[in-house]
């Protein structure tokens, strides 16, 4: 459970890579994505995008 340490359902607990297998397999295969690139997984909801203001624009390309 994600949300461990606090009774608010919609609080966000950040966790160490080395737990993500266990509690967020779905999640791994946008772990090697270049810089600037988001994705929100939720359940069976899923985006992902390219946020240019992640990166120094000399970094794309």
């Known amino acids: 459970m994600l949300t461990q340490g606090t009774a608010?359902?919609?609080?966000?607990?950040?966790?160490?890579?080395?737990?993500?297998?266990?509690?967020?397999p779905g999640v791994l295969k946008f772990l090697?994505?270049?810089?600037?690139?988001?994705?929100?997984?939720?359940?069976?909801y899923l985006d992902v995008?390219?946020?240019p203001s992640l990166v120094d624009p000399s970094d794309v390309g």
């Open 8 to 24: 608010d359902k919609d609080f966000f607990a950040p966790m160490h890579i080395a737990h993500l297998e266990q509690h967020c």
């Open 32 to 44: 090697g994505f270049p810089p600037g690139w988001r994705f929100l997984f939720a359940g069976d």
């Open 49 to 51: 995008w390219f946020d």
